[in-house]
Structure formats: structure tokens, C-alpha cells
């Protein structure tokens, strides 16, 4: 059970938009529409933006939005804004009541 | 659902530690607790869950026989213990409530534990 691949940093300017990739195998990613994505700003815990691959929490900004193809799933952030900048985890589903995680993306507001 | 974690721990190589996760809602029995690792500047890694109504825990390949898992549902609390721990347990623990579809949808502060002789 490997960590699923995601970019070590992207960056983008206010108003931009910015996708984070996370690649992982036919056993988690891309058997499974259980795909999850987190933002971590620094010395917090974990928020949860997206579940299901596609779906938001209550109270997440329609900025957020998730989707997935094959064994990749990508999180695209629109209208960045100063505060998106933060580590963005995505997560997914493995099989036999197991997760695996990414390797966690730093994102910079230029 | 609230989860609030036991402070921060500095232990020596060798020692055992218990940390704790403690929820002040009232439905702690009906799911499922899982633990996360973050070491320094690393991402997340997710340990192992547990249902505290009937303490069915599962772990994750890396830390199957490394930690241990447990929960006490009359006081609303699950637990994660090393026996002796090493260097290399030096991490920042979360707990978080694992929910349908497996997504974690609140989490604890986190417990930062360092390991240092």
C-alpha cells in the first residue's frame, strides 16, 4: 500500500486557477469513487474540502471542486485567493477498511 | 462531533506513551476513530481505526504491531499507545472520525509527540 503521488508544490496568483494532481493505482484511486482532499494551513489540523470525489462539505466555497479519471483524481481551486495558500492532502480508499493518503501538495499564492 | 486531544508528550527512546482523543458529543459509540501520522514536514499517514462500540480495530500496514488502538466507550475516549517508542515516532498525532465513504470529517488539534534522548 503506497502513498498516493501528488505534486510537491504548485503556485498560482490571486484569481487564478490551480489543479492539484493525485495519482495513485486500480486498487485505491481507481477502484473506488472514495476520494477525499484536505487543506492543512500551517500548525492546524486537516480541514475536509471534498468527499466522494466531487462532493462538499456544508460550508465549503464552491471554489473547491474535485474530480477523477482512471486512477488520477485532481483538485482545482478557482478565484485563488491569499488564504488558499496551505498543504492540500488528498486521500482515498484502498480496500479492506484501508486508506491510503498522498504526499501532501504545498500550495503558494504568488 | 468535538474531539480534543491529550497535550503535548517529550519522551525518551525506549518509554512507553498512551495519548488520548476525547469527544464531548454523545454518539461516540457509532463510529468509526482513526489515527493519523504527520512527521516533521511530511504528509499525512493514516494508522488505524477503531469503532469504539465494540473496540473493531484495524491497522495500517506500517504500523500493524508497532502501535496499538484501543477506546473506552464509557468515557467517550479512544487511545493510541506505543510500548517503547523510537526517534523515528516523532510526529504530530491526529485523531479524526472517520466517516461513510471514508473521509475524515472532524478532527482532533493534534498531539505532538517528540522522541529524543
Known amino acids: 500500500q503506497s502513498a498516493l503521488t501528488q505534486p510537491a508544490s504548485v503556485s498560482g496568483s490571486p484569481g487564478q486557477s490551480i489543479t492539484i494532481s493525485c495519482t495513485g493505482t486500480?486498487?485505491?484511486?481507481?477502484?473506488?469513487?472514495?476520494v477525499s482532499w484536505y487543506q492543512q494551513h500551517p500548525g492546524k489540523a486537516p480541514r475536509l474540502l471534498i468527499y466522494?470525489?466531487?462532493k462538499r462539505p456544508s460550508g465549503i466555497s464552491n471554489r473547491f471542486s474535485g474530480s477523477k479519471s482512471g486512477n488520477t483524481a485532481s483538485l482545482t481551486i478557482s478565484g485563488l485567493q491569499a488564504d488558499d495558500e496551505a498543504d492540500y492532502h488528498c486521500?482515498?480508499?484502498?480496500?479492506?477498511?484501508?486508506?491510503?493518503f498522498g504526499g501532501g501538495t504545498k500550495l503558494t499564492v504568488l | 462531533v468535538q474531539l480534543v486531544q491529550s497535550g503535548a508528550e517529550v519522551k525518551k527512546p525506549g518509554q512507553s506513551l498512551k495519548i488520548s482523543c476525547k469527544d464531548s458529543?454523545?454518539?461516540?459509540?457509532?463510529?468509526?476513530i482513526a489515527w493519523v501520522r504527520q512527521m516533521p514536514g511530511k504528509g499525512l499517514e493514516w494508522m488505524g481505526i477503531?469503532?469504539?462500540?465494540?473496540?473493531?480495530?484495524r491497522y495500517g500496514p506500517s504500523f500493524e504491531g508497532q502501535v496499538t488502538i484501543s477506546a473506552d466507550k464509557s468515557i467517550n475516549t479512544a487511545y493510541l499507545q506505543w510500548s517503547r517508542l523510537k526517534a523515528s515516532d516523532t510526529a504530530v498525532y491526529y485523531c479524526?472520525?472517520?466517516?461513510?465513504?471514508?473521509?475524515?470529517?472532524?478532527w482532533g488539534q493534534g498531539t505532538l509527540v517528540t522522541v529524543s534522548s
Open positions: 479524526a472520525r472517520q466517516a461513510a465513504g471514508d473521509m475524515f470529517d472532524s
Open positions: 466522494e470525489v466531487t
Open positions: 486500480s486498487s485505491d484511486v481507481g477502484a473506488f469513487n472514495l
Open positions: 486521500c482515498s480508499y484502498a480496500g479492506s477498511s484501508k486508506v491510503v
Open positions: 458529543g454523545n454518539s461516540f459509540a457509532t463510529y468509526w
Open positions: 477503531i469503532y469504539p462500540g465494540d473496540s473493531d480495530t
